[in-house]
């Protein structure tokens, strides 16, 4: 599968094609908005569908009645798609005037010079910068000075496990190293039981796994202007991530094929020991399937693969420091809607409206504050603070995709239940060249 790559030619280039383009007129808002079309684009909620699109319904009334405007929300469904669409828009200076990116998708965005950035007077507009959890903007921007990502939810990650069969198998709490639960998998696994679900065919998940075994052992992925994907860590991390499935038999074979979603349902169904990465908005699944009362969240280990503890230079990352962040487009033509549009979705209500449906958590602090005793929460919370910010640099879309490339390249071997060190060392060495190309191009 060909991944997508950052062609656009440093900011330089990009603020010649937005000036011929004209974009960053300013009309439109300020309570009238008859007769004019916000475009929003967002990620498409492939687990809940139908509760997305009722959603989008709602907030599309709510802000018809407020301001006259219609909302014409736009979908992707994967990374490719994200990036795609950003990098499409910027060059025409043309496209969704608001957009909802995955926080690792920001720094692309900045380094694109084509969202507004965040002054006294843009917080302002939207109920102010205090408004939002101080944690939720550490990867709005290089510095408090130039943020262009607006915080409007928070997805911290950590991993269920099934309380009842843990305790069946004598296992007394999750594990809190990548061998530990490699050992607690295999005690799980007999039968038509599983010891973890994992997803290894999703479009998000697969590099999350590499980034948290690869940093946990020292290894940041980006140092300055040098990618270090074909570092020991990383290999290690594909070998153990894979080896789950191909070597340690204790992933159940047609996960090969399994989205998030997919997995979430396996779980659920009250076969599998751990369901190793996944955020509140599984809670609905999970309260509806066979697992109903006998899960629990934990956190993921945070010691890398080969170890009994972190090294002196590895960073206890339990997460990326992870969500969704609002960019509005300087090229718009409705910046004022833009701007009542964010304000709308980031409010209070709205925001305990969407986790309550989702599971997301809201970035607003007064909603966020309303969920603190939750004690099923709890390591979702703990998770949160530490949480790790990955590199900020406006190659990382890419080099996302490059480290997402060799799992989605290996796949075709998993599912013949093997894969050699030299395929992974080879995957891993294109991945190199793509993420140091896209670090030469970046600004």
Sequence with gaps: ??????????????????????????????????????????????????????????????????????????????????????????????????????????????????????????????????????????????????????????????????????????????????????????????????????AYKDNFDPWKFVWGMSIQAGNPLVDGKTAKLQDPTVLKAYDTYFGWLTRDKVVDPAAVGWTNPQAVAAFAKGKTGYFMLTTPTAINSLEQGAVKGKWAFALLPTVPPGATSRPANGVEAASILSGDNLLVADYSKNKDLAFEYVKLVTDSDAQLDYYKKFGNLPANAAALQTLASDKQLAPVTEAAKKSVATPFTGAWGDIQLALTNVAVQSLPDLGKGSISAQQIEARVADAQKAAQSALDRAK
């Design 1 to 198: 599968m060909r991944f997508a790559r950052i062609t656009l030619a440093g900011a330089v280039a990009l603020t010649t094609a937005l000036a011929a383009c004209g974009g960053g007129d300013d009309s439109g808002g300020g309570g009238d908005g008859s007769g004019k079309t916000l475009n929003v684009l967002i990620a498409a909620n492939t687990q809940y569908p139908d509760e997305f699109a009722a959603w989008q319904k709602t907030i599309s009334e709510k802000f018809r009645a407020q301001t006259g405007a219609e909302v014409k929300f736009e979908t992707f469904a994967s990374a490719n798609d994200e990036l795609t669409k950003i990098q499409t828009s910027v060059v025409s200076g043309s496209g969704p005037d608001v957009y909802a990116v995955g926080t690792t998708f920001t720094p692309t965005a900045y380094s694109t010079g084509a969202f507004v950035k965040m002054g006294d007077e843009e917080w302002g507009k939207i109920g102010g910068k205090e408004k939002f959890n101080p944690a939720t903007l550490g990867i709005s921007g290089p510095d408090e000075q130039n943020q262009v990502g607006i915080p409007w939810v928070s997805r911290p990650f950590v991993m269920a496990y099934n309380t009842e069969l843990l305790k069946a198998a004598g296992i007394a709490k999750p594990a809190t190293t990548w061998d530990e639960l490699a050992q607690h998998a295999k005690q799980l696994t007999k039968g038509d039981q599983y010891g973890l679900a994992v």
